[in-house]
């Protein structure tokens, strides 16, 4: 079993800076993708940023340029650096990690509780 605990949201002025952490305990060896994603009131969960191995790190339109992705293997922790934060990217995120056995097949995946990061304009 993986827990996954994030951290780090909180409420930031437009054109700031925050950084979330994901850290996760449990087994994780044979995971093969951290991921980030997102999601508002009234809509679906969106991917935000995701890391897979043998796969390009995959950055949504909206947040290319401004966040960043990486991950600490010592500490089995994933972080998502988000700069230059504008008003739209006030949601909940949550933290993913998942085995994909074939490019299309995914074998499992454990979801954080989410943190909520608010942006004023």
């Known amino acids: 079993q993986v827990q996954l605990v994030e951290s780090g949201g909180g409420l930031v002025q437009a054109g700031g800076s925050l950084t979330l952490s994901c850290a996760a305990s449990?087994?994780?060896?044979?995971?093969?993708?951290w991921g980030w994603y997102r999601q508002t009131p009234g809509k679906e969960r969106e991917m935000v940023a995701r890391?897979?191995?043998?796969?390009?790190?995959y950055y949504a339109n909206s947040v290319k340029g401004r966040f960043n992705i990486s991950r600490d293997n010592a500490k089995n922790t994933v972080y998502l650096q988000m700069n230059n934060l504008k008003s739209e990217d006030t949601a909940v995120y949550y933290c993913?990690?998942?085995?994909?056995?074939?490019?299309?097949?995914?074998?499992?995946?454990?979801w954080g509780q989410g943190t909520q990061v608010t942006v004023s304009s």
């Open positions: 449990g087994s994780t060896a044979s995971a093969n993708a």
């Open positions: 890391s897979r191995s043998g796969l390009s790190t």
């Open positions: 993913n990690v998942a085995r994909w056995t074939t490019l299309v097949t995914l074998l499992y995946e454990y």
